[in-house]
């Protein structure tokens, strides 16, 4: 069994030994209970010195998280050769009452509607070969003045007198890369140069990777000003321009647009790549193209798939602002971007994201980054756990960690300790309540 004190050694330097212990005694009893993960739950399961007050202190305690999810990602869980992109999405808790800090109305995926609760963005690294994500730095969102006033609703106005056509006298070209950025990228950006002060050229990092919400200019130049290529997905009925070319290659043109992009007739000569499954067949197309929003031409890359049976058709639309990039990187790093939601799962379900009742500022930030720091905590220990028992998940590892607890408690009120074949199969049984894959005879007593 992994001594976890010893994994938060890395930590030292940014908090005290107080902190320490008392992160450690919580990030046993989290390991080990079952129930809901709240303050209460974490005392009960924390032994004779994890009171709930000594839990209150804790969780009032402002606690540099940020540094501490770098160096332990530095100690434990960066990987020489491997590629990392940096990805980011937002993720919505339910909450309910008016007590609890930056409570609001946020829309929930899940839900498929506005709910009450908290809101939170997440930047994680995402590893292109293992295939796993890491959170990184989380800030909650918190509704500006601005962003509840347009949510209410809006006193109709006399329609002015229409226009004639054509631009109207005096007015000029406007710089699209000159943008007003919203709260929401604003902060995205602070955490965005945050994380660099960090890393500080430790991880070469090229990519940022968001959902279609971000696939707007807007975004983009955000992205462009921290030195980072976009990758997102665009609505289905953009209305992409291919670029105008002269009949007369000698001749320059001031055109800009030429035709507009049909989804439905697609020029052979963007095709890559062409697939069969089942009776699906899908279209890979990729080309550089032009949107009127955007103030630079995209690599676009557009999947297509047929029902051979029925011969609907559907479409989607990735897009780089890195013009070299191959249509296979882009539409694989985007698939790795899914990797955050697991992340948000293994929080909410598992390390108290979702049940988590803490009021003040101080206390919602600590509860939320100890639900995603146990994440990556749980990517390492599961890590080594593998080797012993592949294809074990969270729940093999807290029912392990939870016998273990069993055979300590037991082992105290005995007489006398019991011969080392008796204790591996108390181990081994104990252990294997609640698991989901058989037990491995690897694993022992230490």
Known sequence: MPDILSLLQCLLPQINATTMRQLNQIIIAMLAMSGRVTMLGIARWAGEHGSYRTMGRFFSTVIPWATLFWLFFRKHLWRKNDVYLLAGDEVVVSKSGKQTYGV?????????????????????LVSVEGRQSFPIGIEQLIKSDAQINSTLPIKKVKAKEKRGRGRPKGSKNKNKTEVILTSELLLIKKMINSLFELVANFIPL??????????????????????????????????????????????????????????????????????IDKNIQTYVYQTTLLHKEFAQALNVVILVKINLDTHAHSHVILFSSDLDLAFEKIIDYYKLRCQIEFNFRDAKQFWGLEYFMNLSQTAVTNAVNLAFFMVNLSHHLLADFHKHNPGSGIIDLKAYYRGFRYVREMLKILPQKPEPILLAQIFAKLTSLGRIHTVSTGIEPS
């Open 104 to 124: 609001d109305r946020f829309f929930s995926s899940l839900a498929s509607k506005p709910i009450n609760g908290l809101s939170f963005f997440v930047l994680s």
């Open 206 to 275: 090229t990519y940022l990777v968001v959902d279609g919400h971000f696939g707007n200019n807007n975004a983009l130049q955000m992205a462009r000003q921290v030195n980072l290529h976009i990758i997102s997905k665009l609505r289905h009925d953009s209305a992409l321009y291919i670029p105008y070319e002269h009949p007369d290659s000698s001749k320059r043109s001031r055109r800009k647009y030429g035709d507009k992009l049909d989804y439905r007739n697609l020029p052979d000569k963007y095709l890559c790549k062409s697939t």
